[in-house]
């Protein structure tokens, strides 16, 4: 039997954690949680994940940060990044992130489901823009 992805969830609201966790297990994806940017970092070197979900909004370090940081780690430069925001996020704020894409919240489960399926299947998510997935 194969290993489950596993998806780093990045956000500073503890229900945010709570469901993201049980929706990706419900789906077959193996979910780590960080409540701020250095337990990500942590626990993106200690567990590689296959995609992190971020919030774009985070107290001490920044989503922002982070993802810098993430990018900066050797290994980690492809990693698909997707932003989770309460507020739109546009082409050019992903580019100069150097996210991957972005999920409004509220979001539609299956949608989010099958953009993380398809980035861990090395495709390219539905593009690199902000949906409601």
């Known amino acids: 039997m194969s290993e489950k992805p596993i998806i780093l969830v990045v956000d500073d609201d503890q229900p945010i954690l709570v469901l993201m966790r049980s929706l990706l297990r419900e789906f077959g994806f193996e979910a780590v949680t960080a409540e701020n940017g250095n337990q990500a970092l942590a626990a993106a ?3 590689r ?3 992190v979900l971020i919030d774009k909004n985070m107290p001490g370090m920044t989503g ?3 993802i810098q940081s993430l990018r900066d780690e050797p290994g980690f430069e492809r990693l698909p990044i997707l932003i989770l925001s ?3 996020v546009s082409r ?3 580019e100069g992130l150097r996210a991957d894409g972005a ?3 509220p979001f539609d489960v299956a949608a989010l489901v099958e ?3 398809a980035f861990v299947a ?3 998510g539905a593009g690199s823009q902000t949906s409601r997935a």
């Open 45 to 47: 070197r200690e567990r």
């Open 49 to 51: 994940p296959a995609l």
């Open 64 to 66: 922002a940060e982070t």
């Open 86 to 88: 309460g507020e739109p």
């Open 92 to 94: 050019s704020e992903l």
């Open 103 to 105: 999920v409004l919240k």
């Open 115 to 117: 953009k993380i399926r």
């Open 122 to 124: 090395g495709g390219d």
